[in-house]
């Protein structure tokens, strides 16, 4: 055990490495930036959400954009932290079931100091494709809007995971879709009622509608 711990530092940098070099022959299409353009313009924080298994190609394509994530406290979470990191992230560790409390006031504060956040509101073990609250309370308290992101690829492998991760094949090409921002007003029906408006946005950018 002791040698496994040691080794998983050795182990992420190769995976970054390789990974990398996988993501350097995707070739991205963009459609509806003009909503993160706008945000951005105006400098206003905002909540990307996008399904657990598109995590790779969304997050090849917003690096280096000092964008906070919310990573569960798990083991798996540790290696996509560390990627995050190399790859110009910053981490809010926690999740809507283990560490959630502490994890969603550390996003609540992000936003509040003018951070961009991105969650799965899937994640971090399901269920595949169904949104939880947690994401959109937290955009809801900061009084923050929230941007669905899909990635669709030509050609990809997906894992045997309990979310089918999606892995773009080499030279693979990703079709990028940002929906239209949706804000949450306040009280337990408007939470509700943007629990079905997010779901349809997330279903429409990545194309499962």
């Known amino acids: 055990m002791k040698l496994l711990r040691w080794a998983d530092p050795i182990a992420a940098r190769v995976g970054s490495a390789l990974l990398r070099a996988l993501a350097a022959t995707w070739r991205y299409r963009v459609t509806g930036y ?10 206003r924080p905002f909540v990307f959400v996008l399904w657990h298994s598109r995590i790779l190609p969304l997050l090849y394509r917003h690096r280096g954009e000092d964008v906070v994530m919310l990573i569960s406290r798990h083991r798996d979470g540790g290696y996509l932290a560390d990627l995050g990191t190399r790859w ?20 609540v504060r992000a936003l509040q100091s003018g951070a961009v956040v991105a969650m799965t509101p899937d994640g ?9 609250p ?36 080499p030279f693979a090409a990703i079709d990028v879709r940002y929906g239209p921002p949706v ?6 029906e408007a939470l509700r009622h943007g629990i079905d408006v997010v779901t349809r946005s997330l279903h429409e950018v990545t194309g499962t509608a």
């Open 34 to 43: 003009e909503h993160i353009r706008t945000l951005r313009e105006t400098r």
């Open 134 to 169: 947690g994401a959109l309370a937290a955009a809801q308290h900061a009084d923050v809007p929230v941007i669905a992101v899909g990635a669709r690829t030509t050609s990809a492998w997906y894992l045997g995971s309990w979310d089918r991760m999606c892995i773009p094949k």
């Open 124 to 132: 971090p073990r399901g269920p595949r494709e169904r949104v939880q």
């Open 88 to 107: 110009g992230y910053r981490s809010v560790r926690g999740s809507t079931q283990r560490g959630g409390e502490v994890g969603l006031l550390g996003i």
């Open 183 to 188: 804000r949450i007003g306040p009280g337990k």
